[in-house]
């Protein structure tokens, strides 16, 4: 015996073998296919050497020999993976689009699939990918007409700047139509809240202009001695020219002192000056002092949809008169903590009015203000004053944009300053929105 793994056989050359395949038997298989390396033997069958051997033809398929052995096949679980292996990183092979198609799925094309062709001899067989079922093709054709909720709408794939012109456009009205609803009779709104820097000034100019730019007849007047709101009308109101001063005081008629805002039509402004600080003295020895605004208002001989009426911060008599000539309050809120601490008193000051000078007093609107979506604070008042107020409360918020901040310097709101950035659009909303509560629900005031 030799050391080379085989036994010596004598037998394996002679001539009067009958079997014609002399291989060897290894000891480590015992099979006659296999030898020491592990590897299977495969003979090709004996030629004849004046044979002509053609090559074979395109797409053919290659003889197999008789003597070729396939591999044993090792059994599967229902994944395809066999039954011991070991998971691995599992997730690894989950793709994270389950709508996208699979890499091993047959191209939609329109060629004929190709030939499958027999392995070579000698060679390690190769497993081909599967082709798809009809109902993984149909999977596919339903995940390409799977729309996802990132991809844009039509509206949205629109460049930025044509969606804000369209915007502005929207805003602006340059047609002069009528698209928001009129009231059946004029509608008093009282802008107060007595934390100053939660936006009752801004809001009356927007509001005014929004609604005006859309047919309403509107009239703001400007309570607040700071004269802020006739400065965001780009309206004078510098010293001696007249004011509310003179129709608290002097009893002078609100026609002689309302003027018209210049770029807005359909827009009227009752400036405010200094002298409006020494009123809240000069009331107390008045008789019926807390009617006075009213009176005026009462007294006007035409006709406006909307009275804006811009409170100071304060719960003085300035802020006593507002209340009592309107019929509704609209409270802007900041979203922020300190908002919220002083609206308790406030709503005990109108219930108080509403007792003893005012019955119609109520308070119908509230506004969301300098909302910042960034913090969670923003998020906790909003729901704080939505469950409190309920319906009251507009869908439209108004966002912290620095356009709002910037409109007042150029003597402008902001509907007009930029009318397409995100708080001229917010203002819009609320407008609307406050015209279409209106329409529905008519104030009972007489015109």
Same mark, same amino acid.
């Given at each position: 015996?030799?050391?080379?793994?085989?036994?010596?056989?004598?037998?394996?050359? $002679?001539?009067?073998?009958?079997?014609?395949?002399?291989?060897?038997?290894?000891?480590?298989?015992?099979?006659?296919?296999?030898?020491?390396?592990?590897?299977?033997?495969?003979?090709? %069958?004996?030629?004849?050497?004046?044979?002509?051997?053609?090559?074979?033809?395109?797409?053919a398929?290659?003889?197999? =020999?008789?003597?070729?052995?396939?591999?044993? @096949?090792v +059994?599967?679980?229902?994944?395809?993976? +066999?039954?011991?292996?070991?998971?691995? $990183?599992? &997730?690894?092979?989950?793709? $994270?689009?389950?709508?996208?198609?699979?890499?091993?799925?047959?191209?939609?094309?329109?060629?004929?699939? =190709?030939?499958p062709?027999?392995?070579?001899?000698?060679?390690?067989?190769?497993?081909?990918?599967?082709?798809?079922?009809a109902?993984?093709?149909?999977?596919?054709?339903?995940?390409?007409?799977?729309?996802?909720?990132? &991809?844009?709408?039509?509206?949205?794939?629109?460049?930025?700047?044509?969606?804000?012109?369209? !915007?502005?456009?929207? *805003?602006?009205?340059?047609?002069?139509?009528?698209?928001?609803?009129?009231?059946?009779?004029? !509608?008093?709104?009282?802008?107060?809240?007595?934390?100053?820097?939660?936006?009752?000034?801004?809001? &009356?100019?927007?509001l005014?202009?929004?609604l005006?730019?859309?047919?309403?007849?509107?009239l703001?007047?400007?309570?607040?001695?700071?004269?802020?709101?006739?400065t965001?009308?780009?309206?004078?109101?510098?010293?001696?020219?007249?004011?509310?001063?003179?129709? #608290?005081?002097?009893?002078?008629?609100?026609?002689?002192?309302?003027?018209?805002?210049?770029?807005?039509?359909?827009?009227?402004?009752?400036?405010?000056? *200094?002298?409006?600080a020494?009123?809240?003295?000069? #009331?107390?020895?008045?008789?019926?002092?807390?009617?006075?605004?009213?009176?005026?208002?009462?007294?006007?001989?035409?006709h406006?949809?909307?009275?804006?009426i811009?409170? %100071? +911060?304060? #719960?003085?008599l300035? &802020?006593v008169?507002?209340? /009592?000539?309107?019929?509704? @309050?609209?409270?802007p809120?900041?979203?922020?903590?300190?908002?919220?601490?002083?609206?308790?008193?406030? *709503?005990?000051?109108?219930?108080?009015? $509403?007792?003893?000078?005012? =019955?119609?007093?109520?308070?119908?609107t509230?506004?969301l203000?300098?909302?910042?979506?960034?913090?969670?604070?923003?998020?906790?008042?909003e729901?704080?004053?939505?469950?409190?107020?309920?319906d009251k409360v507009?869908?439209?918020?108004? %966002?912290?944009? /620095?356009?709002?901040?910037?409109?007042?310097?150029?003597?402008?709101?902001v509907?007009?300053?930029?009318?397409?950035?995100?708080?001229?659009?917010?203002?819009?909303?609320?407008?609307?929105? *406050?015209?279409?509560?209106?329409?529905?629900?008519?104030?009972? !005031?007489?015109?």
């Amino acid at each position: 015996m030799h050391d080379d793994g085989r036994y010596d056989d004598p037998r394996v050359n $002679r001539p009067e073998r009958a079997d014609p395949d002399p291989d060897p038997v290894s000891r480590e298989t015992g099979h006659r296919m296999w030898s020491t390396g592990g590897q299977p033997t495969i003979r090709p %069958p004996e030629r004849d050497p004046g044979e002509r051997r053609e090559p074979p033809a395109v797409g053919a398929a290659r003889p197999v =020999p008789e003597s070729y052995v396939p591999p044993p @096949v090792v +059994p599967s679980g229902p994944d395809g993976r +066999p039954p011991n292996a070991p998971d691995g $990183r599992a &997730t690894a092979s989950v793709r $994270r689009n389950a709508g996208a198609p699979s890499r091993f799925e047959a191209p939609v094309t329109g060629y004929p699939p =190709p030939v499958p062709t027999q392995p070579h001899p000698g060679s390690v067989p190769v497993v081909d990918a599967v082709a798809p079922e009809a109902g993984a093709v149909a999977a596919t054709a339903a995940d390409a007409a799977y729309v996802s909720r990132e &991809t844009p709408t039509r509206e949205e794939d629109d460049p930025p700047l044509a969606m804000e012109a369209m !915007r502005a456009v929207q *805003i602006l009205n340059p047609s002069g139509e009528v698209t928001m609803p009129r009231p059946e009779r004029t !509608r008093v709104m009282c802008v107060a809240n007595q934390k100053g820097g939660v936006g009752k000034t801004t809001t &009356t100019v927007n509001l005014a202009v929004a609604l005006a730019l859309h047919g309403n007849r509107v009239l703001v007047v400007d309570l607040d001695p700071q004269g802020n709101a006739s400065t965001g009308l780009n309206v004078p109101h510098h010293t001696g020219v007249p004011d509310v001063y003179d129709c #608290l005081i002097d009893s002078v008629p609100l026609a002689e002192v309302a003027q018209e805002v210049e770029g807005i039509p359909n827009l009227w402004c009752v400036p405010a000056t *200094i002298d409006l600080a020494g009123a809240e003295i000069e #009331l107390v020895s008045v008789v019926a002092r807390e009617s006075r605004l009213n009176r005026a208002i009462e007294a006007y001989p035409g006709h406006f949809d909307y009275v804006f009426i811009d409170c %100071p +911060p304060s #719960l003085g008599l300035l &802020t006593v008169n507002a209340l /009592v000539a309107a019929q509704e @309050v609209l409270i802007p809120i900041q979203c922020e903590y300190y908002a919220l601490e002083g609206l308790n008193q406030l *709503i005990n000051n109108i219930n108080l009015v $509403r007792q003893h000078l005012n =019955p119609k007093l109520e308070v119908s609107t509230i506004l969301l203000t300098m909302y910042d979506r960034r913090t969670r604070l923003a998020d906790a008042v909003e729901q704080d004053v939505r469950n409190h107020f309920g319906d009251k409360v507009l869908q439209a918020v108004i %966002p912290r944009n /620095v356009r709002v901040s910037e409109a007042p310097s150029y003597g402008q709101s902001v509907m007009t300053y930029d009318p397409g950035s995100r708080g001229a659009t917010s203002y819009f909303e609320a407008a609307q929105e *406050i015209a279409e509560r209106g329409a529905k629900e008519p104030v009972s !005031r007489n015109a």
